[in-house]
């Protein structure tokens, strides 16, 4: 299986602050990178797809790059409502895999 | 709009059958162009894929559970569901229903290029407890 380590597992950022995750693949899987934002009590929001490509309805302040191991969730200016817990997932090959989770708080 | 909800009993006891359904609403059930899917978090833990299923029946497992689960699919009631057997304490969890976007290509029991999610339900949580 796929092994997907995040880091940090927990971050402190005020609003406004440029804030970056980063999820690291146990092999190359060539972009085939989900983010996701987890609130309590309410479903799960995809953010990104392709490593890159954001989801329908998600703000321009979440981006991602990356390629082959090392990938990289960025929100450029930290707001209210994004305080939450960000996972990523390899769809590369099954079985698909999530990493452990970033949580942010606010500081 | 696409709405998934997950629905079933909140508690099961160790050693017996736990089953929850999937009621999609708002859009194509039966398209060619998603699969649906059941991943689950446990209490202060990660998510973990339990297994996706495609409209015509065909479905993937993840090993470390196949051999317990089961998931079922009736585009009649546009629902699917997931059931584990010889339930332990192991599988309390938060378990969500989601839409599997990109089909992917699945040979031999595993698949490529496969699914992300979107969207989710709001997640139903099953304690396991006598």
């Known amino acids: 299986d796929i092994q997907m380590t995040q880091s940090p597992s927990s971050l402190s950022a005020s609003v406004g602050a440029r804030v970056t995750i980063t999820c690291r693949a146990s092999q190359d899987i060539s972009n085939a990178l989900a983010w996701y934002q987890l609130k309590s009590k309410k479903a799960p929001k995809l953010l990104l797809y392709g490593a890159s490509r954001l989801g329908s309805g998600v703000p321009s302040r979440f981006s991602g790059s990356g390629s082959g191991t090392d990938y990289t969730l960025t929100i450029s200016s930290l707001q209210p409502e994004d305080f939450a817990t960000y996972y990523c997932q390899q769809y590369y090959i099954t079985p698909l895999t999530f990493g452990g989770g970033t949580k942010v708080e606010i500081k | 709009q696409l709405q998934l909800q997950e629905s079933g009993p909140g508690l099961v006891k160790p050693s017996e059958t736990l089953s929850l359904t999937c009621t999609v609403s708002?859009?194509?059930?039966?398209?060619?162009?998603?699969?649906w899917g059941w991943i689950r978090q446990p209490p202060g833990k990660g998510l973990e894929w339990i297994g996706s299923i495609y409209y015509s029946g065909n479905t993937y497992h993840n090993p470390s559970l196949k051999s317990r689960v089961t998931i079922s699919i009736d585009t009649s009631k546009n629902q699917f569901s997931l059931k584990v057997i010889s339930v332990t304490a192991a599988d309390t969890a938060v378990y969500y229903c989601a839409r599997g976007a990109n089909v992917g290509y699945c040979s031999g029991g595993i698949c490529y290029n496969y699914n992300w999610f979107d969207p989710w339900g709001q997640g139903t949580l099953v304690t396991v407890s006598s």
């Open positions: 708002g859009g194509s059930f039966s398209s060619r162009s998603y699969y």
